[in-house]
């Protein structure tokens, strides 16, 4: 009760908002921020010297805690401007954080949480390995479904047209000096006998050359955002944005293939888009704020399953940055009384991860709007909830 009055009180003292409509109720699907390289053969693949990490692979960095306790710190900032949130700490029907088991999703909410509510002690949810809401694998065990989606893949896979950006990893490499193609006589990345591994339970995954470079590529990016000098950043043969467009291309590619064919995407992400669907639906009972932090292969599957229109983010070499935010934002019109929904891709730029450039209102991360194919817009991206909930619906 308690808890109550004293959110309304908290929402009524907001009279700065240039906006006409109060914030009701937000959901932040995250990925979690830099870690370090996943790949354990990296040494195979170059005969140059990589630079050390001295975390496990796959481990949140230090520099990706600081920088998600940015985010946290800005995201509180916002949500108390909007008067969601108020200067108490926060109770779990105020803020919930659900993370992937992962040590690397974990530490990543829990350092958000440090810097957005600091000395409050708001707990972490997770779930014993492999937590199913996040674990993005196929659930379909049907042969009908494999086939389907076994072809789609496929054919995404033939159609990727990443030769310019394979050579230049190539050469980044200098692929044919090493091991891999020295004593397993793996010399070139272009070849196209690449992979699509499917099976029911596990995540869908390409083997073969595309699988290695988008190892390295993953390699270079989280050094470039960890801050290495760039004589450790792909020995410094990356020298601009086009370079990192062109290299990017290559992750983008490998994703597209495994993660963003409808029947495929909508069926990894059926758990996650469940969990999320309780909280819409629900109306007074669940938090005014939950922070789920994820992977990439849940930021993909649930875009592609939210059918939303092509976008781009500005400053951005990812298509899902590390870090990166879906912010589900439920308003409420006042005057109209009805609600709203908005969505933004709200993410840090390459800079500022690299940087580690702290945020405020005043300088904030991107926001980049998301529009849904299936419902119209006003022109301020706002969409009539009922509409969303119809088509929520009917993805269930
Ligand atoms: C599995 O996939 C098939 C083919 O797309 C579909 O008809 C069926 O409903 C799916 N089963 C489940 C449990 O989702
Ligand atoms: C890409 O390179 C491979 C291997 O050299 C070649 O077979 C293929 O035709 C090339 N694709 C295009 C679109 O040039
Ligand atoms: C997924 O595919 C759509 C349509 O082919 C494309 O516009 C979009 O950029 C892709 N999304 C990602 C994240 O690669
Ligand atoms: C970062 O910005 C926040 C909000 O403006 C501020 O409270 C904090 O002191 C800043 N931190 C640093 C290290 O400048
Ligand atoms: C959403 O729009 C797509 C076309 O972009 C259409 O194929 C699909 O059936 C629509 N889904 C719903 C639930 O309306």
């Not at 933004?344 to 730029?349: E, G, L, R, T």
Request: proline share 5%.
């Amino acid at each position: 009760m308690f808890v109550k009055l004293f959110l309304v009180f908290c929402a009524l003292t907001v009279t700065t908002v240039e906006s006409k409509y109060r914030l009701k109720q937000v959901i932040i699907l995250s990925r979690h921020n830099v870690r370090t390289p996943l790949a354990r053969n990296l040494n195979e693949v170059t005969p140059k010297p990589w630079p050390s990490w001295k975390e496990k692979p796959g481990y949140l960095t230090p520099k990706g805690a600081y920088l998600e306790g940015i985010m946290g710190g800005y995201f509180s900032a916002w949500l108390k401007k909007e008067g969601i949130l108020c200067s108490v700490c926060p109770t779990e029907d105020i803020f919930y954080a659900y993370a992937n088991t992962e040590q690397r999703t974990v530490v990543s909410a829990m350092s958000f949480i440090d810097k957005a509510f600091p000395n409050c002690n708001v707990k972490v949810h997770f779930k014993e390995k492999p937590d199913p809401v996040f674990n993005p694998v196929i659930h379909n065990e049907t042969t009908i479904f494999k086939n389907i989606a076994v072809k789609e893949m496929n054919t995404r896979l033939k159609h990727l047209s990443l030769n310019n950006s394979l050579l230049f990893v190539e050469n980044i490499l200098d692929y044919k000096d090493s091991v891999q193609c020295k004593s397993k006589n793996e010399c070139d990345l272009l070849d196209n006998k690449n992979k699509i591994n499917y099976r029911v339970g596990y995540k869908p995954y390409i083997t073969g050359p595309l699988k290695v470079s988008k190892s390295v590529v993953d390699a270079f990016i989280m050094s470039y955002y960890e801050g290495f000098p760039m004589k450790d950043v792909a020995w410094d043969l990356i020298t601009d944005k086009d370079h990192w467009k062109q290299i990017m291309e290559i992750s983008n590619g490998y994703h597209d293939v495994i993660f963003n064919t409808t029947l495929v995407a909508k069926d990894i992400a059926a758990p996650l888009i469940k969990y999320m669907s309780d909280i819409f639906f629900s109306k007074e009972e669940s938090p005014k704020i939950t922070l789920l932090m994820g992977h990439d292969a849940n930021m993909l599957t649930v875009l592609n399953t939210f059918n939303f229109k092509a976008y781009t983010l500005q400053n951005q070499f990812e298509k899902s940055p590390v870090g990166g935010k879906i912010v589900f934002q439920k308003w409420f019109d006042e005057k109209h009384k009805k609600d709203l929904l908005k969505i933004n891709y709200v993410y840090q730029s390459t800079e500022q991860l690299r940087h580690g450039l702290n945020l405020s209102l005043e300088i904030p991360p991107e926001f980049t709007l998301l529009e849904l194919k299936n419902c119209t817009a006003d022109s301020n991206g706002f969409y009539v909830w009922d509409d969303f909930i119809s088509f929520l619906k009917s993805l269930l």
